[in-house]
């Protein structure tokens, strides 16, 4: 049976996009399927932010062809795993949840790490190393994601 995997952050330009191309590189796309939601519309349909884009690159991964899409009530059925990246994301989508069961199945990524922060910044209003940070976070956490799953 297929696990499902879905990363979420506001916009689903910066944060999110990062996760689902880091996760997708490193699972057997056979086991684990991995997407990626925000939980405001602003971009829907838009590709990732070019700087997300851009340090993804750097690691040899291509988020290019991802196109932006807003969480829904939904995606609690379709995923067994919803991975969001801050505490406001997480209310957000928590408060969303119908039952004990869709409840259960939010956490923050980085809950996978014991790391300070716990929460992956949103480098959308930063520079370049922002984005370079949020990688290195979102890149520990679906390691120790990997083991779990």
Do not use: W
Not at 69 to 92: E, G, K, T, W
Not at 100 to 111: D, P, T, Y
Not at 136 to 146: G, K, N, P, Q
């Amino acid at each position: 049976m297929k696990t499902r995997v879905l990363m979420v952050c506001l916009g689903n330009i910066c944060r999110s996009p990062l996760a689902e191309g880091i996760l997708k590189s490193k699972v057997d796309p056979a086991r684990i399927e991995v997407d990626s939601a925000g939980t405001a519309g602003y971009h829907v349909g838009n590709p990732p932010d070019p700087r997300s884009v851009a340090v993804a690159k750097k690691y040899n991964i291509d988020i290019s062809t991802q196109r932006c899409r807003r969480f829904s009530r939904a995606d609690f059925d379709r995923f067994d795993h919803i991975l969001v990246m801050d505490r406001a994301n997480y209310r957000d989508v928590y408060a969303m949840a119908e039952n004990e069961a869709q409840r259960g199945k939010v956490r923050l990524l980085l809950e996978c790490t014991n790391s300070v922060p716990q929460e992956v910044p949103d480098p959308y209003y930063g520079g370049d190393d922002g984005f370079e940070t949020v990688f290195r976070l979102i890149d520990e956490a679906c390691e120790r994601l990997i083991e779990e799953l």
